[in-house]
């Protein structure tokens, strides 16, 4: 008696075994938060962009005309030959100008607007091709990770954005030359009372 109720018993877990296997039950499974909380957040930046005024949306409007036009510009001077990215950069345009798609080919680097562009899925459609993912998630163009400029690379794009919009952007710098954040400044002041 004992022997067969061991020999039934140990069937039917190895019966629940086989079903809880083959059910993927207890398998790992692709995990989607970061979908789920992207499709949230756009979906609240959808519904926030409906509460915006009619006169912001008009002005809204009238600088992407306007950053359209300057494109069109720099690229009739050969400031903006290619893009790397659907749209208009507009880092690229208001810095003056400069070319994505062969900062991506060469590999140094990208501006940040191209950077967070790519990977939000909005290459051009020659680049999406040579897109593609490493191990570790990281994206990569014609399998290298695609980085950012250094940020020195990035401060001197605000440098030059800053001389043509006049827009004060960059912390100033003292006599000896080295840059002070307001912060600093402030504390320095504060010390020599």
Request: proline share 4%; net charge neutral.
């Amino acid at each position: 008696m004992r022997t067969s109720v061991t020999i039934t018993s140990g069937a039917a877990l190895l019966l629940v075994g086989y079903i809880l296997g083959a059910s993927n039950v207890f398998s790992p499974a692709a995990l989607f938060a970061q979908a789920a909380k992207a499709k949230n957040k756009a979906n609240a930046e959808a519904a926030g962009a409906v509460a915006l005024s009619d006169e912001t949306k008009t002005k809204i409007k009238a600088a992407a005309d306007a950053l359209k036009t300057a494109k069109e510009a720099l690229e009739a001077e050969g400031r903006y030959p290619n893009s790397a990215i659907k749209g208009i950069n507009s880092f690229t345009v208001l810095a003056g100008g400069g070319d994505s798609l062969a900062d991506l080919k060469a590999g140094g680097g990208v501006d940040p607007e191209t950077f967070a562009a790519l990977y939000a899925g909005l290459a051009s459609d020659t680049v999406i091709i040579d897109l593609g993912r490493d191990p570790e998630g990281k994206l990569t163009y014609k399998g290298r990770v695609v980085r950012m400029y250094p940020v020195s690379a990035i401060r001197a794009g605000y440098a030059r954005r800053s001389d043509i919009t006049g827009e004060d952007l960059l912390p100033t710098t003292t006599d000896t030359g080295k840059s002070k954040t307001p912060k600093k400044a402030a504390t320095e002041e504060t010390e020599e009372q």
